[in-house]
Every structure is written in structure tokens, then in C-alpha cells.
């Protein structure tokens, strides 16, 4: 079966832009999380979304934001972009959102805001 | 808050001997589970092993067990007869039960040697 999908792989942006990234989970899993994995902070929970309603959310400025649609496709944003915004966001799905049905991770999208 | 700590940045194994990876955690959440996950170069995280709080016996998934002391909360990752491919970052991480959101440590990172 096809595995979490994240595109793009690759982006480069600038200062004070905005950037959405795309997330297609595994066929039939209603949940998705997203993470941000930086050097200095190591991974760290964005939010989670489960049958297009936000579960949770990590602490992170409201300039991070997310959405998720009713095929469970999720996309998140982030606008006005600052350099400590780079870094490898990570997406993973899941049957229910609960440890007992696993998580699986995509490939991440690595950002660069120059 | 949750906490979970990884205390070995690096580590070094020779080929074919085991290495235990530790992990401990800090919570009072009655019902909860833990992971560990693979993150080789390429980026992707890789799930390995669950325990759940309730389980009577430690996980095992073929080449991997996990060492679960609930008193001492601890949940140390054994890799048993280390191969070259095992070289990767390896990341313990945490999930309250209901709470939607995983948290993870720090990470170790495992160099297996020829």
C-alpha cells in the first residue's frame, strides 16, 4: 500500500513569505500529525487532526497553522516566515490517532527560509 | 508535563554485539505508551516498537526488545546482533493515552562499526 506522502521534498523561501506544505496520508487513516524537527530543538508536535477537527496542538505562535480535508488530506501553513522557521516537517498517520493502530511517518519536507 | 530523556547523544556498537539504548520518562498519567522509532539519514522516522503502559511483558519485534521498568520508568531500547544498517538516530517517545499528541526525546545516535 502507498505510504504517507508529503510534498514538496525541497523548499526554499524568503523572509516574511508564506508557505503551505501537503501531507496525503495512508489510505483509510483518519488521523494526522505533524511535527517540526530542527537541530537545536529536536522534534517537537505541531498539531494533530483526526476527522478534519483539531485534536491537539502543540505550543507553537499562531503562525503555524493546519487544516485537514474531508479525504483526510492535511496541509499546513506558516506565514511570515523567519530564518529559525527551516527545518524538516515531518507527517504521520494513523488509523484512530492512539498508539495501538502505529504511526506511520512520510519523508518529510525540508524548508529553508532564507 | 511529560519528559523524556535520552542521556547517550552518541553511542558505538561493533557488528553483530547488541547495544542498549536508554531512555527514561517522567509522568503521573495513569495510562500511557511508549515507542521507539529509527531515523536513518534519509529522514524518515521508522517505527520499531510499542509498549503500553498496562502490558505485563516487554515488547519485542524480531532484532529489537524493549526493556520496560515501569517503577524506574524506564523503556531502554535492546538491539541485539547490531548490523551496519542499524546506523541511524533512534528516538524514544511518549504518548499519554487520549492525549493526542506524541512526545519525543532527544534522540541517540547509534554508529555500528565493521
Known amino acids: 500500500k502507498a505510504g504517507v506522502t508529503q510534498t514538496p521534498r525541497y523548499l526554499i523561501k524568503t523572509r516574511g513569505q508564506q508557505v503551505t506544505l501537503s501531507c496525503s496520508p495512508i489510505?483509510?487513516?483518519?488521523?494526522v500529525s505533524w511535527y517540526q524537527q530542527t537541530p537545536g530543538q529536536g522534534l517537537q508536535f505541531l498539531f494533530e487532526?483526526?476527522?478534519?477537527?483539531?485534536?491537539n496542538k502543540g505550543n507553537f505562535p499562531g503562525r503555524f497553522s493546519g487544516r485537514q480535508f474531508s479525504n483526510s488530506r492535511s496541509e499546513m501553513n506558516v506565514s511570515t516566515l523567519e530564518l529559525g522557521d527551516s527545518a524538516l516537517y515531518l507527517c504521520?498517520?494513523?488509523?484512530?490517532?492512539?498508539?495501538?493502530?502505529?504511526?506511520?511517518f512520510g519523508s518529510g519536507t525540508r524548508l529553508t527560509v532564507v | 508535563a511529560q519528559k523524556i530523556t535520552q542521556t547517550q547523544p552518541g553511542m558505538f556498537v561493533q557488528e553483530k554485539e547488541a547495544v542498549t539504548l536508554d531512555c527514561t520518562y517522567d509522568?503521573?498519567?495513569?495510562?500511557?505508551?511508549l515507542f521507539w522509532y529509527k531515523q536513518p539519514s534519509s529522514g524518515e522516522m521508522i517505527f520499531l516498537i510499542y509498549?503500553?503502559?498496562?502490558?505485563?511483558q516487554n515488547a519485542t519485534e524480531g532484532r529489537y526488545s524493549l526493556n520496560f521498568q515501569k517503577a524506574r520508568k524506564s523503556a531502554n531500547l535492546v538491539i541485539s546482533a547490531s548490523q551496519l544498517g542499524d546506523s541511524a538516530m533512534y528516538f524514544c517517545?511518549?504518548?499519554?493515552?487520549?492525549?493526542?499528541?506524541?512526545?519525543f526525546g532527544a534522540g541517540t545516535r547509534l554508529f555500528v562499526k565493521a
Open positions: 504521520a498517520s494513523s488509523l484512530e490517532g492512539g498508539p495501538s493502530s502505529g504511526y506511520t
Open positions: 489510505s483509510g487513516h483518519r488521523s
Open positions: 487532526y483526526f476527522s478534519e477537527t483539531q485534536r
Open positions: 509522568t503521573s498519567d495513569p495510562s500511557y505508551g
Open positions: 509498549q503500553g503502559s498496562y502490558d505485563q
Open positions: 517517545a511518549y504518548y499519554r493515552t487520549g492525549g493526542f499528541k506524541t512526545i
